[in-house]
């Protein structure tokens, strides 16, 4: 995620991926930071735009909703 996130011009769904994965890893303060950058670049985006891009697996949306409660990106 870190280097993911790192790269210039990074996808506002990688900055997605990135933080809810941080959240989840218990590096919340780093997931917060990056979801600041997200709603900047993004104002209004939310977990169903990232689902909407994504399909994902039941088990894996629900380790994404545990990250984006963390972190307030609902």
């Not at 506002?12 to 990056?34: K, P, R, T, Y």
């Amino acid at each position: 995620s870190r280097k993911a996130v790192a790269r210039p011009n990074v996808h506002e769904h990688v900055l997605a991926i990135g933080a809810h994965c941080l959240a989840v890893a218990g590096e919340v303060d780093e997931a917060h930071s990056l979801a600041q950058v997200l709603r900047q670049r993004r104002p209004g985006y939310t977990l169903e735009d990232f689902f909407a891009a994504f399909r994902y697996s039941p088990q894996d949306c629900a380790m994404f909703r545990r990250g984006a409660d963390l972190i307030g990106l609902r």
